[in-house]
């Protein structure tokens, strides 16, 4: 008798553990509902709020922890690094993301969403590394190439910009032949690396999609950062200026062909709906 009421007592108690559990299910479900419908609404500190009551009702819910992270990114204000609450936002963005890949190794949302943090603070080593990692996941992801490109043609640009400023200069775009010799080797020894890197993954991005508009628009800004570095060789700035100006051209045209693209669409969608 003794030993029927001790396996009945256990039965009850694992019973009722298992009712907690269930119960503990159903409440962090029910905040993730809220807080998805929250962020829907771009009430991004409510969705917030309402991701971590269901990640403290169920500790392992790892769904909740990436759309958590996920609303921590889209609070994070770009270019504000010097806000000691916005900084601490992305970081609460970066770790909840890490913390998702450690789990769910090679994710590329969480990949993706890390280099668009570290690029918003400005942190570009660490915002290209993580789009490399995107890239080693999907090589053939056009928009990981074109990011890179940007981060690299942003970094050389304000190199220029910086270097030029001491010459009295402003950047004209076309080799910039009036800065000092000193200048020119400064910018050489800077930017190589950058517009080479930059011009290999814009390249590949407009291999991948041959009417990448905005890709060939960089590459036209990253041939121009070229010029620069061939500072003296007139020959060699000359025929950046013209891959930049052609650059430019493709750009213009691929830019017609894909609003043309979303024109007949839109007007398909219109044909259909009647």
């Known amino acids: 008798m003794k030993v029927t009421a001790r396996v009945s007592a256990s039965a009850a108690l694992l019973l009722s553990l298992g009712l907690l559990t269930g119960c503990a299910q159903l409440k962090a479900r029910d905040q993730l509902v809220k807080g998805i419908a929250a962020f829907k609404n771009a009430q991004y500190e409510q969705a917030t709020n309402d991701f971590q009551k269901a990640i403290e009702y169920q500790p392992d819910f790892d769904q909740a922890k990436l759309y958590l992270a996920t609303a921590y990114s889209y609070q994070v204000v770009p270019n504000l690094t010097d806000d000691p609450k916005n900084m601490k936002m992305a970081n609460s963005a970066i770790q909840g993301f890490k913390d998702y890949l450690t789990a769910h190794p090679g994710d590329k949302v969480s990949l993706q ?162």
Request: glycine share 4%; charged share 30%.
């Open 113 to 274: 969403q890390l280099a668009s943090i570290y690029r918003n603070i400005k942190k570009y080593p660490e915002a290209k590394e993580y789009e490399l990692q995107v890239i080693a996941v999907d090589p053939q992801d056009a928009e990981a190439h074109y990011t890179i490109g940007v981060v690299d043609w942003i970094e050389a640009y304000d190199n220029a910009r910086k270097a030029l400023a001491l010459d009295g200069l402003q950047d004209d775009g076309n080799g910039n032949v009036k800065m000092k010799k000193e200048t020119a080797a400064k910018l050489k020894e800077q930017n190589s690396a950058l517009v080479e890197d930059g011009l290999k993954h814009l390249q590949q991005a407009t291999q991948i999609n041959t009417n990448y508009d905005d890709a060939l628009q960089y590459l036209n800004l990253t041939y121009r950062r070229k010029a620069d570095l061939d500072y003296g060789d007139a020959a060699a700035v000359k025929a950046d200026i013209a891959n930049a100006e052609k650059a430019s051209q493709d750009a213009m045209g691929a830019r017609k062909i894909n609003e043309q693209k979303k024109e007949e669409k839109a007007t398909k969608g219109q044909v259909v709906q009647q």
